[in-house]
């Protein structure tokens, strides 16, 4: 057992024990290699189930939102981030959170190490920095860092913004040179040539909608794909639809998407569906100078304005 | 019980020649997923890959699929009157469906099939259609389909069962039907009955042999549908549920459809489209009253479904084929085989 | 100019736009037929999911105009409009519509002969790029 499972079951037993909280949230192991999944505790028995690994990629402010209860919350770098976004948008105070913070060196790609074998991955191990496979008659042993996740590979914030305990010191936080050297690509690209990447994107999608109930930013009690009057969107299998859906999706996290990558990890159909959010993520930060989820003290682009934005664009 | 040799250096020319009969479907790779859909002129079923992400039950019952068109136009005859669209239900054959999808057509046939109720559109996919199934050598770890009463070899709902043995296919013909596509693919090297027998009984064993997830169903019949319904699990089996609709619409026996009407310019048409129960919409009243308002409803609602209210109305086993798909794909990793052994084992007397 | 006729939705805010084009017409200035207008109360009011509906509907370019800043009649609704419409249009043609199917524009009460200039500006872009067969939802 890793030292921060060890600290995450311990704290979180302790906060049980003296009820200073209800439940803990945090991450149990599945029922799968390569699957550790969302879970609670709500005694200190059961938080001994909690576990922390490289498998640990959705995004667990995703289920605090409008909660009663006290909560205390496993959080990583982009966790934190989301909460911060919970408190700002009012969708829990933060008196009601106990986070217990953990410093975070990524998540691998579950697909990318999946296809390295030619059948099931039976077995999942790791050891630090190292990654063992198992397969049928196959073995691998692969390097963490070489198989992160896009968004972790580019992720300057590892260390959780904002909390109450830590199970681990601090990381040390990446230097990226080009973050946006992903969104660059399509944006050279010439027009038909990126309605063409988005049409081939989007070609399987089932619209099941995990990418969006996965995403702690999307919480709308009556999200505008069920909404009947008007209706915005049809329901089917047409190609307008299915992007129309995708881009309305993407644009509703502008200025508060965390790029914690939990829309393409819930993709049943491992849709790149970060390619939409990513250029939002971009001209936040480029237009606006904003990174979402780092600060309680300053308002999301959307929410506010400055009297000498550009107006280039306008005639 | 016929059985056909089929060498896999026949195997391409076999499949174009019963293109000139059939209009193909078969698991193909989509930008990176193994999908059923119909097969191009050029296509071939990728034969012995792992499980399709998406069953083939889209090939009977379309994701998105018309059925009635109007035309506004009040100078065409008919106008304002909506009819069944044409469609073609010319024979399709459905090459390498795994025996617990063929198991789940049969399971979704009760729905759509009945005494009182007869689908057009379902019903017509499904005369028009041959299923050649391929037994599985090797389940994967999530492959529960014995428990579930179908199984690697299972025969249920095929036409046509293939066992893949390296360089050949042996081709148990199981229905006439089977057999006329058979002999329109030309393939018909018939092969010695029972040494072949043997050899696929040989491989049936080992490939059961090789699913060691075993979930116990035996006492869903006998419990009771309330005490089931009441017990104290659901709430915290459905925190973690994100409710997308993943794991219904990878589902090889899930039915449920929506109703939806589209109008443009001159041309009205009604679709339906998969639905979910995991989606708030699908019980929400006109009144704006929803009996399954919250996620803990719904998610009981599927495996209640599934696992007891499909058993109590049909008694035909449960409405699971055990393929593990939604066991794969689920984001959060609920899972099926636990939850049935939950309900199984669910005796009220030891929560009071 | 293309064979169908190309059809251009304008969202005008109540205020400035809506009245600067009542202020061309009993001007009898001319400009371009295509452009259908919808009153909105502000530019703020428009939301993405609006002129995706447009698109949906067939239409080949859509035009938002509000206040000036510093002008708006709820002192600062067309400020947070610029922020959304800059994150929207440049998503929209990263997506791969083109960047001349969505116009912007300030235009006060009293610059009809601005509204008028600024019509025809639209149009003309608009012609030019033709019909547009993107986001346009075909019948079933």
Sequence with gaps: MNNYTKNIRKISSNLLEDGRVDLVLGFKRGTLPMASVPGIARTPEEAQGFVWDTNCRLNLANYITDQKEKIGIIAKGCDSRNIVNHIMENKIPRDQVYIIGVPCTGMVDKNRIRALLDDEIKEFKEEGEVILIRGAGQERVLDKEAYLRDNCKICTHRNPVIHDDLVGALVKEQKIEDPFRDVAAIEAMEGEERWNHFEGLLSNCIRCYACRNACPLCYCPACFVDESKPQWIGKGQDPTDIRTFHFLRAYHCAGRCTDCGACEEACPMDIQVRDFTRKLVKDSFEIYGWEPGLTLDRRPPLETFKPEDSDKFIK | MKIIKIDKNDWTRGIDKSRETYQLFGPVTDSGQSIFKQLDKNAYPEMGGTNSVMSPKSVLFPQTEKILAASLDASMENHHIMQRPAADYSRRAVIGIRPYDAKAVRLVKLNFDTADYRDPYWCDAHGATTFVGLAVNQPSAVDFSISMGSGPFGEEGLDVLLVDLEDHYLAKVLTPKGGAYLSDAGFDAAAETDASLTTIETMQLAAEAAITTTVPTDRLQEKALLDLHGAPFWEDLAFTCINCGTCTFVCPTCWCFDIQDETKGKSTSRFRNWDTCMSPLFTLHGSGHNPRGKKTQRVRQRFMHKLKYFLDKYDQGTMCVGCGRCVEKCPVNIDIRSICSTMNAYDPKDVA | MAEKRIKIVAFLCNWCSYGAADLAGVSRMQYPADIRIIRVPCSGRV??????????????????????????????????????????????????????????????????????????????????????????????
């Design chain 3, 47 to 140: 939301e993405p999911r609006m002129i995706l509906a447009a698109f949906r509907e067939g239409v080949d370019g859509v035009w938002v105009s509000g206040c000036h800043p510093g002008e708006c009649h709820y002192l600062e609704g067309n400020y947070y409009a610029r922020r959304k419409f800059v994150l929207m249009a440049n998503l929209l043609s990263h997506m791969g519509l083109d960047k001349g199917r969505i116009h912007f524009s300030w235009i006060s009460s009293a610059e009809a002969t601005k509204f008028a200039r600024v019509a025809r500006e639209v149009a003309h872009e608009i012609v030019s790029l033709g019909p547009n067969e993107k986001l346009v939802k075909k019948a079933g």
